[in-house]
């Protein structure tokens, strides 16, 4: 019979939902030190598991007294080296913390990479020079002042890295392109050394073991793409970034025309940029912008599908479905109802005050297609990166391309950004600072930029101007939204809509316990019931938090089952 003289608290290597513990326990007969890569069963699989804490059994009877499941022990040693660094292990328990992962999901970010070099000797005590943290703002890059330094260059996404590194790589300095993230053997030995070198990668690299950092430049700061809001974990890399630069006590250099709101706030003597644009407004006016000359046409769209809304242009009448009393969208020559699915046929008048002039406002991609078809207009629309390796392939790029992010980095003669007004006129208040974002990034890809809105000439100055940014600062420390406040929004859905209410009003009073036990200053607020788009019979409600300092979602949502989603700063 196997001896179980020592427990391990384990961390499975893999992807685990936010509920589940920070560390499974384990039995060994012999000790194994902490930081080893372990064979344990979980649900009668075998995965890779990493051991955070090695004890005696007779230190932890207090922990395994009273559990509710048998103890297994460990099937195997695959090495007693550790893979991660103590940086990368402490970035990863406040990730986990922050964004509400399980430890093990965290980790898992880390492992993606540290599984390439499992026979490596990383190096665990770092000599950290005797310097602080310190944060600067560089204009642009000053290759002079890298000389005889550490550093690493960071960009929000693997192509823009690619350009970076076409545009500079002739450069008389030690420029290392970290493009292949899955094949890093060659590079670890540079990595971890003290070696002099600027190394080069997107934002992904920020979870590579970095020793001996001196400078770390993020350039692109103000890029919406530092976040990610396409796929979970839906992580902030700025906030991650700043952990490390303070970890490593190395200088944080941001580079960028347009910053976010923060680094404003920071650097009070910066300048607010200056953006150039021709507004238009109606449909007519985006078919003769097109059709002036021959050149490349790029059309941004962030609505996926249909136009948005039908208005009266007299008395402002939206038409809604009768049935469920949802907006409708304008499909072809009808309305439909994204809720309940119900279709209309296109009304000739406005039934309140008998007006013919109606207006479609937000025009979806669909609908965009459609008019474009009608009018012999020919397009080429990229949506995955399939398409846009096709479109790098065509030497005569003349014509319209139609997309959203993946065209936000192809240089166009003319660019037309669509439904701007969108954000202006949202109840989303962090959704201007996206949109401002975009239309900057917009603007250093094109000779000319066309922006479909009907604001009024006042604001499209500010924005030309770049006041609207000390307006949004404004707006943003009146309504304690960030940088003032961390905002955290929990979702739940339930068909029954009484019972979706009890049970957010439930979960509402043992967070408020929470809250008072922690000492902390949260304010929650809620349930408020919203509106969700194509899916029936389904509610959803949400309480909301607020919060000057950092909010321990892990501890505080222990044992919450009832969420469905979590978004940050309303995923800006």
């Not at 326990?25 to 069963?41: A, D, M, P, R």
């Not at 026979?119 to 002042?145: A, C, D, G, S, Y």
């Not at 959704?431 to 000779?447: D, I, P, Q, R």
């Not at 509402?508 to 304010?523: F, G, P, Q």
Request: proline share 4%; with cysteine.
């Amino acid at each position: 019979m196997e001896q179980k003289n020592y427990i391990l608290k384990v961390v499975p290597l893999q992807p685990l939902p936010p509920q589940t513990p920070d560390f499974f326990l384990y039995f060994s007969g012999k000790k194994i030190s902490h930081g080893s890569l372990v064979k344990i069963e979980i649900r009668k699989k075998e995965k890779i598991g990493y051991v955070w804490k090695t004890n005696h059994i007779s230190e932890v009877k207090y922990l395994i007294k009273n559990l509710d499941y048998q103890i297994k022990g460990i099937k195997d040693v695959i090495t007693e080296k550790d893979i991660f660094s103590e940086i990368q292990k402490k970035i990863a328990y406040k990730i986990s913390r922050r964004y509400y992962l399980s430890l093990s999901s965290a980790l898992s970010l880390f492992f993606n990479f540290s599984k390439t070099y499992i026979n490596f000797n990383l190096p665990q005590k770092i000599n950290v020079v005797n310097r602080k943290f310190k944060l600067e703002i560089w204009k642009r890059i000053n290759w002079e002042k890298l000389n005889n330094k550490k550093v690493i260059i960071i960009l929000p996404t693997q192509r823009e890295a690619d350009n970076f590194y076409f545009q500079n790589k002739d450069k008389k300095v030690n420029l290392i392109y970290l493009k292949n993230l899955k094949n890093l053997k060659s590079y670890i030995d540079l990595i971890v050394s003290p070696e002099k070198n600027i190394f080069l990668g997107s934002k992904k690299i920020i979870f590579l073991p970095w020793q001996n950092i001196d400078k770390i430049i993020v350039l692109k700061e103000g890029s919406p793409l530092y976040r990610e809001f396409f796929k979970n974990p839906k992580i902030n890399y700025l906030e991650i970034i700043e952990d490390l630069a303070k970890l490593l006590k190395c200088y944080l250099i941001y580079s960028d025309d347009f910053y976010t709101l923060s680094v404003y706030l920071k650097f009070p003597q910066l300048k607010y940029p200056k953006v150039e644009f021709t507004p238009f407004q109606s449909i007519n006016q985006l078919k003769k912008i097109i059709q002036e000359d021959n050149r490349l046409t790029k059309i941004f769209i962030l609505q996926k599908n249909l136009a948005q809304r039908l208005i009266c242009s007299n008395c402002f009448y939206k038409f809604d479905c009768q049935n469920c009393q949802n907006y409708l969208t304008v499909y072809e020559n009808n309305l439909f109802c994204p809720q309940c699915h119900k279709n209309y046929p296109f009304p000739a008048l406005c039934p309140k005050c008998q007006n013919s002039n109606l207006i479609i406002k937000e025009i979806g991609k669909e609908w965009l297609k459609k008019f474009l078809n009608n009018q012999k207009i020919n397009f080429f629309e990229i949506q995955s990166e399939s398409q846009f390796k096709k479109f790098k392939q065509f030497k005569n790029k003349k014509g319209v391309i139609i997309g959203s992010w993946l065209i936000l980095n192809i240089f166009s003669p003319k660019t037309i950004f669509m439904n701007f007004d969108k954000a202006f006129f949202s109840d989303n208040l962090v959704l201007k600072e996206k949109y401002l974002h975009l239309l900057y990034l917009l603007k250093n890809s094109s000779a000319q930029l066309f922006l479909q809105t009907k604001l009024n000439q006042e604001i499209l100055n500010k924005i030309k101007n770049g006041i609207i940014i000390k307006e949004l600062i404004e707006e943003r420390r009146l309504n304690k939204l960030p940088p003032f406040y961390s905002k955290v929004k929990l979702i739940s859905r339930l068909s029954n809509l009484q019972e979706l209410n009890r049970r957010l009003l439930s979960l509402k009073d043992l967070l408020k316990k929470r809250i008072l036990l922690s000492k902390k200053e949260v304010e929650i607020t809620g349930p408020f019931l919203e509106r969700i788009s194509r899916i029936k019979k389904r509610y959803q409600m949400y309480l909301q938090l607020k919060s000057k300092n950092f909010i321990d979602l892990k501890n505080l949502l222990e044992g919450v089952s009832c969420l469905e989603e979590i978004n940050f700063d309303d995923d800006l």
